[in-house]
């Protein structure tokens, strides 16, 4: 019974020894449950429980138990699933032979009591859930408060539903993708020739696109084939880098490219294809995964991050004008174990899902600036963003007219006709010049700016004036 009596406390046994540790880590979480929407209702009644004085019992109930949800008949279930896939007795003793122990690097004991349920489930295949998550859907029809566009977004695509296909709305990246699309369609002028990928299931969610018009570009090596009939590209998008390759093929007013280009063995030549195949003035709706399941359609080979999104596409002749990401850390986290859509707390959902991203290309990595010798300086500091322009400027601005104060105030100090007017002035400019740095690195308006600068000079020029007459006598 020793696995049994570990894993229990993973799930919710109090020993004498964790007890107040526990009891203090769920007080945090009550602290900041709002900003980590965690259901906050949840905790206060958690809090509410009996904690203090609490003994193990063979009941196995307590603090953790409140929190998931664990009834007494629930985790008399738990103890059976943990003698089933604890398999023989050298497995029980390899995953339970310790007392569960905080590590230096954690800061709860709740982290290496998750550390251990995690090691264990994946031992016994319990994790990941489910393939992608799939079938793990919002059920929409137990929610009263749903955001519509999150609602919406559940609606769309094949399987939709509670228990949706795997490429259907259950899954975390689908439902955004949904989502991302139903927002960005309003840019999309009536009238539209569009092209989806596969299909035109996406395409189909875009009023300005004319279905009687609409086209799907199928993956196919070799020669391009344009099938008139069926209104499909068979092609490579990589080997559309050449005009001539597409001298056949129609030119269109929206593509919308969905995880792709994880795909495409030459990115660089296949943002190029995109950009070949749109009309003037075209868009593209463009997503590409950078945390995913490997997965070979017929395979594959990358991952992006946002920095690098961009600038394949931009380098292919495109202009990005809105970047989205998908999700956060608990989100992507539980994307790669398994979670579907449904096992997200909504407001994290609703807040996180599908974010608009503002930051500068590169602003990650050194604001996107490259140390070229060959470069001019005011092209690199052009390159920056503005408030981080302010703070060099002003840099540079203090080895301006501050150089002249060095030495006057040493002179000054030196001088045996100088005194209390002459330190007031000197304190004055100090003062004014601090001012001054402060204003210009954080709001930077030119005309208090101007004044700070105006005043600070009149007091300097005084000083100096003040400091030659001594300095003569």
Known sequence: MLLSNIICFVLGWLTCVAHEQLYEQFENLGSTAEDDFIDVR?????????????????ECRGALDALLGISPAVAQTIHAEIDRYSGDHQNRALWAGTELSRHYKSKTFLQDAFVRLHNFLFAAKLLPLVEWGKGRGIDISSRSALAPWLLNATKVGRGTGYAGYHAGPSVISRLAINAYVLAERVHIA????????????????????????????????GKVKVDVAQRKVHADIASLVDASAVSSVPRFDLIICQEVFEHVRRPADGAKGLYNLLRSGGRVLFTVPFNSHFHLIPTDFFRYSLDGARSLLADAGLTVERTYKIGNSAIASGFMLGFGAGDFNIELMEHKLLQPVTEPVGSSQRQGLKLDPAVPPKDLMAALPANVRWKA???????????IFYPIVIIAALLPGTGAADLGLAWAFVALRVAHSVWQATINAIEVRFVLFALSSLVLLALVVRTWVALLA
């Open 42 to 58: 949840h905790l206060q009644a958690l809090k509410a429980e009996p904690f203090r004085g609490l003994a193990a019992t063979e």
């Open 190 to 221: 009536p009238g539209s020739v569009c092209l989806g990928w596969d299909s035109t299931e996406f395409v189909d969610l875009v009023p300005g696109c004319v279905r009687e018009q609409s086209w799907a570009l199928v993956f196919k090596n």
């Open 393 to 403: 400027d002003n840099y540079n601005h203090l080895w301006e007219q501050p150089t």
